[in-house]
């Protein structure tokens, strides 16, 4: 496992698609999230579709039109990411798509990874609101924002606009930037935090590599090598989309590994020679024995 290196706020951007819900208003049942790298901000919108045109729509409204042209997209390998017409539009505006194989919760070789954990968790609130998902989905949204995050120790919204958002609760108990608020100092204590902005980007900076650098040492420590030969047999993860019971297996197979893309990233194809979209990751396979 290997660092996630960071240029600067708004650099690297995973972008991923949960769902499906049950259907809302306008037949809403997907959710595409944005998570920016740095501040670890999240844009998100409600789709009714999976497609390339969503995708850019949402990458050019959610993130560029907001942050700016982004160095580095980071996916998984779904089609409405690897397009021709997403792929074109990327390169026309320079920005680099990485691509993390199926399942792969770390950093595999020079790919970067999502933050998972994040995603992870909105998936889980967003089920858990079953119908009504469509209206927390902002409520979700914020209090992420204004959660400090343990890897940077600041929240989102004060790495991203340089200062803390007003919650809820600050007006039930009011706090002292509610009771003695003023106008004109007000202003100067805003110029105040826009200057010491970037120190607090430095700090939270040097957090992240911490943090990184705690989850990896951890990670090997527990990490068993291990990996697939040509024609080796395999089962696989059963995908979450696929609503597995909790009594139901939650491996299905056996499948042959049928090209090593890269170490630990494997092409498979069933017992009936059809091959499977897109590319697995060994954290998601485990060996079959007849």
């Not at 070789?109 to 119908?131: F, P, S, Y």
């Not at 007000?186 to 990184?212: G, M, P, S």
């Amino acid at each position: 496992m290997g660092l996630v290196r960071i240029a600067c706020p708004f650099d690297q951007w995973g972008i991923d698609i949960l769902g499906p819900f049950p259907p809302a208003v306008a037949q809403k049942k997907f959710i595409i999230v944005a998570v920016e790298y740095f501040t670890k901000w999240v844009e998100a919108e409600k789709l009714a579709k999976k497609s390339e045109k969503e995708v850019i729509n949402f990458v050019w409204k959610n993130i560029i039109c907001r942050f700016g042209i982004p160095r580095v997209l980071i996916s998984d390998n779904g089609t409405q990411f690897q397009g021709k017409a997403i792929m074109a539009w990327c390169k026309e505006l320079k920005i680099q798509q990485d691509f993390i194989a199926v399942g792969n919760p770390q950093v595999n070789d020079q790919t970067k990874v999502t933050n998972c954990t994040i995603l992870q968790h909105l998936k889980m609130i967003m089920e858990r609101a079953k119908g009504l998902w469509v209206e927390e989905l902002p409520g979700v949204l914020w209090a992420y924002g204004t959660t400090p995050r343990s890897s940077t120790g600041e929240t989102p919204f004060c790495l991203v606009y340089g200062t803390e958002a007003i919650i809820p609760a600050e007006i039930g108990e009011e706090t002292q930037r509610i009771t003695q608020y003023d106008a004109t100092k007000n202003q100067d204590e805003r110029a105040f935090d826009l200057t010491v902005i970037e120190e607090k980007r430095d700090t939270a900076y040097a957090k992240i590599l911490h943090h990184k650098g705690l989850m990896m040492r951890s990670y090997n420590r527990k990490i068993r090598p291990r990996c697939f030969q040509f024609g080796d047999l395999g089962l696989k993860k059963i995908e979450v989309s696929k609503h597995v019971g909790k009594l139901d297996p939650g491996w299905e197979g056996p499948f042959k590994v049928i090209k090593i893309k890269k170490p630990r990233t494997y092409k498979l194809q069933d017992l009936e020679g059809k091959d499977l979209p897109r590319s697995w990751n060994i954290h998601n396979l485990k060996k079959f024995y007849a």
